[in-house]
């Protein structure tokens, strides 16, 4: 039976043979299942997206990109706990929506961006992104609380690095402020891209019910206003 459907949720511990009716392979990422119907099982606690084919998707269709991935090994052989956490600031500032350490939701396909990255820092990696769209209310509600979250970290990232060269300026700490203000300008124009690539920010936007291009706009204007070592009006 061909696909129609990519499940996730609370499966950690569930054997796959009870969602997709087989035991994954050593090939395949955890935590996220491809099947042909919707898993009757209620108390997994499933969310269930329709799987999308990009090259027949229209223009107007409301679709996301879910991209999940594996490190079996980092380079030097050692655990890859840099590694998940560096991805979680690079896919959660460009507005992706964090499900789990190793899955991610997302308005634009960023999965080059990660392929491109896990081929410099891992030995051995598994990566995969689904284009999906969003048919029930259950999932519309982990949309709408998942990039209310990514929305509140990326303006609470903004803010404390705003607060932080303004604290080692007051200190006359220059060198450290002009450290913190360059790392401040990279990132600021990591969320600025996101803002302007495709709909991202019209997706993100449906999903929270925020402005989110009016909320991240005034928080990069008053970091930009820091940076430029001008007053808050």
């Known amino acids: 039976m061909a696909a129609k459907y990519l499940v996730l949720g609370r499966t950690r511990g569930r054997a796959s043979v009870h969602i997709i009716g087989r035991y994954k392979g050593e090939g395949d990422v955890r935590d996220v299942f491809l099947t042909g119907s919707i898993p009757r099982s209620k108390r997994l606690e499933l969310y269930v997206f329709e799987l999308v084919d990009p090259a027949t998707a229209s223009p107007g269709d409301l679709v996301w990109h879910v991209i999940t991935f594996d490190?079996?090994?980092?380079?030097?052989?050692?655990?890859?706990?840099?590694?998940?956490?560096?991805?979680?600031?690079?896919?959660?500032?460009?507005?992706?929506?964090?499900?789990?350490?190793?899955t991610y939701i997302c308005p634009s396909d960023y999965s080059g961006l990660l392929k491109d990255y896990l081929g410099r820092v891992a030995e051995s990696y598994r990566l995969e992104c689904y284009t999906v769209r969003v048919f029930r209310d259950r999932e519309r509600e982990l949309l709408r609380e998942a990039f209310t979250e990514t929305l509140e970290y990326v303006l609470g990232v903004l803010e404390s690095l705003k607060n932080k060269v303004k604290e080692l300026r007051a200190r006359k700490a220059a060198q450290a402020a002009k450290n913190v203000a360059a790392k401040a300008d990279r990132l600021a124009r990591l969320v600025e891209e996101a803002l302007n690539h495709e709909d991202t920010a019209i997706k993100v936007s449906l999903a929270t019910r925020r402005t989110v291009r009016y909320w991240i706009s005034q928080a990069l204007a008053s970091l930009r206003r820091e940076l430029a070592g001008q007053q808050q009006p």
């Open 71 to 102: 490190i079996s090994r980092a380079r030097g052989g050692r655990r890859a706990g840099y590694e998940y956490s560096y991805i979680k600031d690079m896919l959660l500032l460009r507005l992706c929506a964090s499900v789990d350490a190793s």
